[in-house]
């Protein structure tokens, strides 16, 4: 069964640091690239970074390149999101979502459930 | 970046009734385009994949049609579990934007 787990969320101030992890587990974590995306409370979905299987090929949303950087451990099955200069909009839920792909497009096909960052003073 | 626009934000529809949603995006993304579905407190969960495709385990009530800028996700008789909010997403280009999604309600 493919399970996405995320941690690492909390509360924090404006202008500080956080580190979300998610463990990945059931399927073959280093063939498949990854996705942070995220939800402020009562808004919608926000795509914020990708990551390829092989960390080759990166990208960030404009609201949080520079701050935000995305990696991954293939043999520890586990993707990351270290957040700097955190400010109050990134307050959101924060989602891992797996990037499946065929020969036509991809699309995110499995979810974490999620962790909540709280950036307030 | 591609701007998703769905309508309308709010849908409220009886079980049984046929529900459509519509999704349009500033600029062709031609068929990559998928539709999520979320409950309160829950993860999103696909549902269709490249305009028309249903992901694993999706009803066949939930289908998806369109090409180039308009899009629409259609639940042909919708049942009680099927009250949600609904977003769009193109893959075509980076960013892969959503719509703001649709919150269909029981009316």
């Known amino acids: 069964e493919v399970q996405l787990v995320e941690s690492g969320g909390g509360l924090v101030q404006p202008g500080g640091s956080l580190r979300l992890s998610c463990a990945a587990s059931?399927?073959?974590?280093?063939?498949?690239?990854m996705n942070w995306v995220r939800q402020a409370p009562g808004k919608g979905l926000e795509w914020i970074s990708y990551?390829?299987?092989?960390?080759?090929?990166?990208y960030y949303a404009d609201s949080v390149k520079g701050r935000f950087t995305i990696s991954r451990d293939n043999a520890k099955n586990s993707l990351y999101l270290q957040m700097n200069s955190l400010r109050a909009e990134d307050t959101a839920v924060y989602y891992c979502a797996r990037d499946f792909c065929s020969t036509t497009s991809c699309r995110y096909d499995y979810w974490g459930q999620g962790t909540l960052v709280t950036v307030s003073s | 970046e591609i701007v998703l626009t769905q309508s309308p934000a709010t849908l409220s529809l009886s079980p049984g009734e046929r529900a459509t949603l519509s999704c349009r995006a500033s600029q062709s993304v031609s068929n990559y385009l998928a539709w999520y579905q979320q409950k309160p407190g829950q993860a999103p969960r696909l549902l269709i994949y490249?305009?028309?495709n249903r992901a694993t385990g999706i009803p066949a009530r939930f289908s998806g049609s369109g090409s180039g800028t308009d899009f629409t996700l259609t639940i042909s008789s919708l049942e009680p579990e099927d009250f949600a909010v609904y977003y769009c997403?193109?893959?075509?280009?980076?960013?892969?934007?959503f719509g703001q999604g649709t919150r269909l309600e029981i009316k």
């Open positions: 997403q193109q893959r075509s280009n980076w960013p892969k934007t």
């Open positions: 990551i390829s299987s092989s960390s080759t090929t990166i």
């Open positions: 490249d305009v028309s």
């Open positions: 059931g399927f073959t974590f280093s063939s498949y690239g």
